[in-house]
């Protein structure tokens, strides 16, 4: 089993930034592939950010592309998500995930992931 916790959201101003941290423990994550989503109120979640095994690569929803990064450190067993010139169009919960099943590099369906963390709320104003 793995635990995953979530922190770092909060309230910004637009073209402001963030980092979102996801902490990981029971088991350790450098054998996963990691994600990130998010879900606004009356919205359904939305694919946001995956980071491959190896740090071989990432890939980002084109609505984040350019302005947001995700990467890992798993010695800390944590995976990141820094996220920059925020728009009022971010506010959501946003939830890390993670699963050790799936074959390719990449996760961008919230269904091929096996754990998810309780979500940290990120509030941006206009």
């Known amino acids: 089993q793995v635990q995953l916790v979530e922190s770092g959201g909060g309230l910004v101003q637009a073209g402001g930034s963030l980092r979102l941290s996801c902490a990981a423990s029971?088991?350790?994550?450098?054998?996963?592939?990691m994600g990130w989503f998010r879900q606004a109120p009356g919205k359904e979640r939305e694919f946001v950010a995956t980071?491959?095994?190896?740090?071989?690569?990432?890939y980002y929803a084109d609505s984040v592309k350019g302005r947001f990064v995700i990467s890992r450190d798993n010695a800390k067993n944590t995976v990141y998500l820094q996220m920059n010139s925020l728009k009022p169009e971010d506010t959501a919960v946003y939830s890390c995930?993670?699963?050790?099943?799936?074959?390719?590099?990449?996760?961008?369906?919230?269904?091929?992931?096996?754990?998810w963390g309780q979500g940290t709320q990120v509030t941006v104003s206009s």
């Open positions: 029971g088991r350790t994550i450098s054998s996963a592939v």
């Open positions: 995930a993670a699963s050790f099943q799936i074959a390719g590099s990449y996760g961008r369906s919230w269904a091929q992931y096996d754990y």
């Open positions: 980071i491959s095994r190896n740090f071989a690569g990432t």
